[in-house]
């Protein structure tokens, strides 16, 4: 059986408890920034986190915050691909060289790339292979 310590029949009981503080909310989706300096970062890994509608402002600042000649790791659920050759021709155009890709996997799309530098295409432009296609689970 469990037993109080010594020190709980000590301890003063709570009484008069202020609520909580709020969360801040969190930053708007499209502020995408993370606190780290340019061109600082030898590696970035993208492990199912491509959940969002901005795909792009994600890997913008990778291509950011990754050294020149920096790897990008990207590992996705395959069934969010609709057509991967238009998905690597976009990640591409924002800087990357695809140096490897993985699509034996039946559940799993491995990528690598290497920064080769700043995105080629202006803020504008579109770049259709960056929508992926929510995620289909299967009952097993």
């Known amino acids: 059986m469990f037993e109080e310590p ?12 202020r ?5 801040p909310p969190p930053a708007a989706a499209s502020q995408i920034k993370v606190p780290l ?18 795909i792009r402002d994600f890997l913008e ?12 790791k990207v590992a996705e659920v395959s069934s969010r691909f609709e057509d991967v050759r238009t998905f690597l021709g976009a ?6 060289k695809v140096i490897s890709k993985d699509l ?3 559940h799993f799309f ?18 259709t292979g ?4 929510p995620c289909l689970y299967k009952r097993r």
């Open 130 to 133: 960056l929508k992926l296609q």
């Open 104 to 106: 034996t996997n039946s």
């Open 37 to 54: 300096e340019d061109e600082s970062v030898d590696v970035a890994v993208f492990c199912l986190s491509l959940m969002g509608t901005n």
């Open 91 to 96: 990640v591409t155009k924002l800087g990357f």
């Open 19 to 23: 609520p909580v503080a709020p969360r």
């Open 6 to 17: 010594e020190w709980a029949d000590e301890a003063p009981a709570g009484t008069g408890f």
């Open 110 to 127: 491995l990528f690598d790339f290497e920064k080769t530098g700043p995105p080629r295409v202006g803020p504008k432009a579109q770049l």
């Open 61 to 72: 600042e990778a291509n950011r915050v990754l050294k020149q000649g920096g790897l990008l």
